[in-house]
């Protein structure tokens, strides 16, 4: 059995005669990491695997596939959550890859921007911003393997959605190649444009349904020049919210981050990780993680930073607080934050839920959804911690100590039901951050069911009749 | 013949059960105001205005209207500039009203938002945000009888887009009723949210012709506590842009608003304005009026604007400026600044161009399109002023002194023409704030053919396959 099997011969002719031999993967061993997502949730199959080197070759690519009735799976940096880029199991796709469309063509200074194809990392882009004193103010653990393309397709949040937004409001300009072949050309530099339907938007965060993702024009911000970090200690989500509010209140723009992380979450971290007891005379219920920033080069915001932190601690909103006096400080500080994923893993099995909620929600949500799962599996350690600014809530479920990890994830579905029951109540998302994908197609009914639903397939159905461009996703089977 | 002739019985008698004599205009005195666009430019007919009173009867409404075929055209203030909210003059469509839809359900301290209904006046939810100590950052002259489904479904830029974006960005959540009488309802408040498409962003912007939007979450800002506001004399365009640039490696979320004026703009109204003489030693060639806020209550915004402008004048990149000193002087520069349309029309017959471009192409597009303008028409006054801090510039071209109005504006189309060249060149828009509606629809073809055309065009038959929702706008005749 030739190793194209899938492929039909004339698809595989042209496409290799577009693509040449560095474009067309065909060998098992060389398209079978394709098939398998960041997380090893799924294995899928594909017919090959396509290299676009750039728009053009894409376009003509996706036209000759979609000629032969042939599925495409768009990926980028393969670091899906939820299966977003593996193809499911038949062998019938091909999965399109922008790995080799790694081009920055431009660094405006005029207009703050970076025009760059899909294929970059975030990675490099940011260097490159950094490189010219800018910043791309968008940064996700994954940053050095996912790609522009994929950040798009996904609209990625990560720490600084609470002063930045999410990848969506960075792109000014995109280029997508439709499931037809044609090139949808948004590639403009303009803050005002009322001339018809917001197409860029819809392409960013339609995870590969509706085209892919070649280029885009990201906007870019000063560097900052001054920089504030704080962890303090509180009593509980609210606290931790109203100190959220007070910095808001003076500054929001200032604020770079602000992460929560529950004294169950920190104790782990203090305990499993080498190098990050918790810097602070004792233990406290909760913690928040402030980062302020400007691009100003006067201690305004020390000040800032002085005058909030001050004020609440004469008020008994923060008990404790240490602040950051040099980078390494700060690092350490953050090191803290980043390693409680790591902490979790260490300390045993544990459930993750992606999700967010209004503000105003969020201590009632941390609080009824830590009893519902203590009442559910006794002794369980709930450990919620995340991007508390902007309402996304990691809200981690750790083994009880010493307990049987497979008996612990057998009651995976019921400790995610029992979170989501108590999101949906509160006017939530199941998927913060990380997209529907394949994961959680099933939810989409219940959730964002009737007009919105309906709405959404009517669109895909409109862009892409044949059901091509990376099927499976998004949509529950019908 | 009945007064509403054009009205199916069967329908006019359920329209009028379902929203009662109050809900259902079909006298010509009555209907009329509503056929008549703000320019005066365009006079329809309808055979109805149905005003609902909340989202229910207006879903219920459009389901009638749908069933009998009836097209639909969307209102909220009827300020659009481009004949957006205006029935053609079949007289087959009704006019759906939103104006008594004018509740405030929600202003959410904790979240920053502001619930409200589509009918609310832009300025009517200033001022309630403002009452409790928060700003709704969009402001734009015709607030006080534009809406909040008005604001949205055109998505409105106006001075302050440089800090905080258009309508879109503001739009946390959404309600609307669709073409066929469903309702979607995105009224979420979430700032992370991947769970689909972005059907909110799709619908801002839409003009109407997607669905009638009945009700959104805004998002607030806390109130500024100190702003900074100076008129400052510069040699050109591309002086402004540099000044702009300045401030903005300062601290871009400092910037409310940055203001271009040429000099011929300002001299008219100097000359034509009662009580607006120029608050500088002499004339210049062109002004930038800058504006700076922050909540702060300290004094770091003075420095800021100090430090900025004293280098600018040593530099020589400013000649001279004037720092209001008070709220009153605040007002005098940013009078001067809003009465350059009333001078504009003061000095006799002008033509407006609501255009954009990228911020590095703006001193080569004042520049070109000013000589091909002069070229074309021997001592025209070339008269551009706008938001240069977001590309926006209004290039206004007002009639040679004594000059015949009707002989200058017999030459409109060869003006726009000659404008509109020059920003197709430099990948800038035809329309940056005020729309397609139907005065701009012939431009689509040219600016945004090909694949945008027909991916926007899929999606209106997709989700309005009778095309009744607003016909006529933003799409030219088939």
Known sequence: MPENAALPQPLHDALLQLLGPAGLLTATSDIDPFCIDWRALYHGKCAAVLRPANTEECAKAVALCNQHNVPMVPQGGNTSMVGGATPDDTGKAVVISTTRMTRIHDIDHADLTMTVEAGVTLKAAQDAAAKEGLLLPLSISSEGSADIGGILATNAGGNNTVRYGNARELALGLEAVMPDGNVLNLMRKLRKDNTGYALRQLLVGSEGTLGIITQAIIQLQPAPRSRETALCAVADAKSALDLFAAFRKQDPSAI?????????????????????????????????????????????????????????????????????????????????????????????????????????????????????????????????????????????????????????????????????????????????????????????????????????????NALDPKNLMNPGKIFPAA
Chains 1, 2 share one sequence.
């Open 256 to 460: 770079q981050a602000f992460e929560f992380m529950s004294g169950t979450s920190m104790a782990l971290v203090n305990k499993l990780i080498e190098g990050a007891p918790l810097p602070l005379s004792e233990p406290a219920p909760a913690y928040a993680l402030v980062e302020l920033g400007s691009p100003r080069g006067d201690d305004s915001l020390r000040s800032l930073m002085e005058d909030v932190l001050g004020t609440a601690l004469e008020d008994g909103l923060v008990t404790d607080a240490v602040l950051a006096e040099s980078e390494a400080q700060r690092q350490s500080l953050w090191m803290i934050r980043e390693e409680h994923a790591e902490a979790q893993k260490r300390a045993g099995a544990s459930v993750k839920n992606d999700v967010s909620v209004p503000l105003a929600a969020i201590p009632t949500f941390i609080d009824e959804a830590t009893k519902a799962c203590e009442a559910l599996i006794p002794g369980i350690r709930v450990a919620p911690f995340g991007h508390i600014g902007d309402g996304n809530i990691h809200f981690n479920l750790v083994q009880p100590e010493g307990a049987d990890p497979k008996a612990f994830l057998a009651q995976d579905h019921a400790m995610m039901d029992t979170v989501a029951a108590i999101v949906r109540k509160l006017g939530g998302s199941f998927s913060a951050e990380h997209g529907v994908g394949q994961l959680k197609t099933y939810m989409m009914p219940e959730w964002r069911g009737g007009a919105e639903l309906e709405t959404m397939r009517r669109i895909k």
